[in-house]
């Protein structure tokens, strides 16, 4: 029978193996080896023991380390990681800015008067329109359709008999479409294909030769995305889209490698059957499963309860690949830098010959008033371990309040934009007629005030089809139980009336110019959000700060209401205690409609 010997299984250095193996001997084998000197072969073999240890130990301690998104240092680890805990890492950042584009549109008479012929010559500039940088030749494209046919929301900036100079502003990004085209054997499960370039940003589209469209998904067991319809009804300005459910068979997910090359996978299915061919019953539900006790602890859903194209069709044959690429520390450009663009996609909505009207497709001009910024690398692998880490806590659910306004306001603004949020917690048990969506027999339901912009930016009441799109949106975000009502919230429109003393030694317009423009940044809608109070305290510390102002003599806030203003009227005097004024008990959210003829003020002598 073999003795039992002391062996150490805690070292982990070089001097602690070779330690307990010089123990170790001296030990076991006291009469066959005692020499320990450093010159002697018996002590190499010794120190290259304890060095195929270190190493071993070494590489142990960092396998297990890796699969820990803490401790992770390899990016292609970091990538994986990050992807488990639903955070998609970045190639690049696009910068961005908004774009001034002016053109001239001629006049007609209406009336006794000239007015823009609108209707016969507004352009209109589809969406990834392209332009170019003067400085750097980067391309940026435009991110939404610029439409010149809507006068509501267009800038006139200067007039005369001939025609009408009129500004639209869109929001551009730093990037440019590519193309590329690949090809699948047929029946090949789960395929990928890797594109490899400089900067990826996104997958744009996915078409395949016979004019299917395949979509993006978050994860390939997800097989209903959101679907754009135009929309037809008589709130199309606000809401340009619909947005419904729509099962998507042909689908794919993407992700960014640690090389920054991009990867598409697709589905396995290669079924014959399309997904709403499919009914579930018990028989193919339960198809393959060996019938027993385990099957009260199976997990069904979509994606497993039958393998047929559950995780979306496979592809077969060749698919276009569309994307886009930009972005990077260089596309930050200056101010007036974008002044070149590509008109060749821009048309009349109206049915005018372009060939007879090229003075007017000429007369486009695009600037930009701000610089661009935000274009940057990657993610570097401490961004991507913080990012996913709070990726994995969101889970892309709604669960708190904030979440709730958060996800609202973040709804795509071809759905329509959601200007302003709140949610509470109502136990009215008669709730407004304005609700689009209720489930009052839920007890822990939220309330959801919104109020959406019109096109000159003013506060008004989100339509009905508004209202219809929040709720499907909000209905892939929100978990089973909860139940949201959306509702109207109220705009109380107010004036602000001030006098002030001036400095001797400062013109008096001047000063109460600035005073007047201080006040339109401190009123500035963006800054403003539903139940926020007006202290009173705050403007006029506003107004002091102003160089010149010796004193405020008088701050009046009035109310405003009938006409173009909210039809509700607010008792201000009521409702100012301690030198704050409160919004009502319903959610409301205050607004200077008009800022030029809202806010007055003077000079008087003190």
């Given at each position: 029978?073999?003795e ?56 142990l ?13 390899e ?34 008479l ?15 500039i589809?969406a ?30 200067y ?19 590519k193309?590329t ?5 047929p ?5 990928t ?47 340009p ?26 589905g ?15 028989g ?8 027993g ?9 979509e994606?497993?309860?039958?393998f ?19 972005g ?11 002044t ?14 372009i060939?007879?009207?090229?003075y007017?497709?000429?007369s ?24 996913a ?11 708190t ?8 306001l ?25 609700v689009?969506?209720?489930?009052d ?5 939220l ?7 019109n ?8 339509s ?5 799109n ?5 209905s ?29 030694g ?19 809608i ?10 009173l305290?705050?403007i ?19 109310n405003?209401q ?9 008792d ?11 919004p009502?008990l319903?959610?409301?959210?205050f ?8 806010i ?7």
């Amino acid at each position: 029978m073999s003795e039992d010997k002391n062996i150490s299984y805690l070292n982990k250095s070089f001097s602690d193996f070779k330690a307990n193996l010089v123990n170790y001997t001296k030990t076991y084998f006291p009469n066959t080896y005692n020499d320990f000197s450093e010159a002697t072969p018996g002590n190499l073999f010794l120190e290259m023991s304890s060095y195929v240890g270190d190493v071993m130990s070494f590489y142990l301690d960092t396998q297990v380390q890796e699969n820990f998104l803490l401790y992770a240092k390899e990016k292609e680890n970091l990538y994986a990681l990050s992807y488990v805990m639903g955070y998609r890492p970045k190639a690049s950042y696009a910068s961005n800015t908004t774009l001034d584009i002016y053109q001239q549109i001629p006049t007609v008479l209406s009336g006794s008067s000239l007015v823009p012929d609108f209707y016969n010559y507004g352009l209109i500039i589809p969406a990834n329109t392209s332009l170019t940088s003067n400085s750097t030749g980067l391309k940026f494209l435009t991110t939404q359709q610029v439409d010149f046919t809507d006068s509501g929301s267009a800038d006139i900036t200067y007039y005369n008999n001939s025609y009408f100079l009129v500004k639209k502003s869109v929001k551009v990004i730093s990037a440019e479409i590519k193309s590329t085209s690949v090809s699948f054997a047929p029946n090949q499960k789960f395929a990928t294909t890797n594109i490899i370039d400089d900067n990826i940003l996104q997958i744009l589209n996915v078409t395949g030769s016979d004019g299917n469209i395949w979509y993006e998904v978050p994860y390939l067991a997800q097989s209903s995305i959101f679907q754009k319809v135009t929309n037809t009804g008589s709130d199309a300005n606000q809401v340009p889209y619909l947005v419904q459910l729509q099962r998507a068979p042909r689908r794919f997910v993407s992700r960014i490698l640690s090389d920054n090359t991009l990867q598409l996978e697709f589905g396995a299915g290669i079924s014959n059957k399309t997904d709403n061919q499919i009914i579930p019953t018990p028989g193919n539900i339960q198809s393959g499963i060996v019938p027993g006790i385990s099957l009260l602890t199976n997990n069904y859903n979509e994606a497993s309860s039958f393998f047929t194209q559950e995780y979306g069709l496979a592809p077969s044959g060749s698919l276009t690949v569309k994307y886009l690429v930009g972005g990077g520390v260089t596309s930050n450009i200056p101010v007036n830098d974008l002044t070149i663009i590509d008109t060749s996609t821009a048309y009349f909505k109206n049915g005018t010959p372009i060939t007879g009207s090229t003075y007017v497709l000429q007369s486009i001009v695009p600037t930009n008033p701000n610089p661009s910024t935000g274009g940057r690398g990657g993610d570097t692998s401490e961004e991507i371990r913080q990012n996913a880490l709070y990726s994995y806590s969101t889970q892309l659910r709604a669960v708190t309040k904030d979440d709730y306004i958060v996800r609202a306001l973040s709804m795509p603004s071809d759905y329509g934009n959601i200007a302003k949020a709140y949610v509470s917690q109502d136990f009215n048990k008669n709730p407004q007629q304005t609700v689009s969506y209720t489930q009052d027999y839920n007890p822990l339901s939220l309330d959801l005030y919104v109020l959406a912009y019109n096109s000159n930016k003013n506060l008004t009441t989100a339509s009905t089809t508004l209202k219809q799109n929040l709720v499907t949106y909000l209905s892939q975000y929100r978990m089973v139980t909860d139940a949201i009502n959306i509702r109207d919230a109220f705009y109380i429109n107010i004036g602000v009336n001030f006098d002030i003393a001036i400095l001797s030694g400062y013109s008096n317009k001047d000063v109460l110019t600035n005073c007047i423009v201080t006040l339109k940044d401190y009123f500035d809608i963006d800054k403003w959000q539903v139940n926020q109070p007006i202290i009173l305290s705050d403007i006029q510390s506003k107004l002091l700060q102003v160089k010149g102002v010796q004193s405020v003599i008088k701050l009046e806030v009035v109310n405003k209401q009938g006409g173009n203003y909210s039809q509700y009227g607010y008792d201000i005097a009521g409702a100012t205690k301690k030198g704050n004024i409160y919004p009502s008990l319903d959610p409301a959210i205050f607004e200077v409609r008009y800022p030029n003829t809202d806010i007055q003020g003077r000079v008087v002598v003190s």
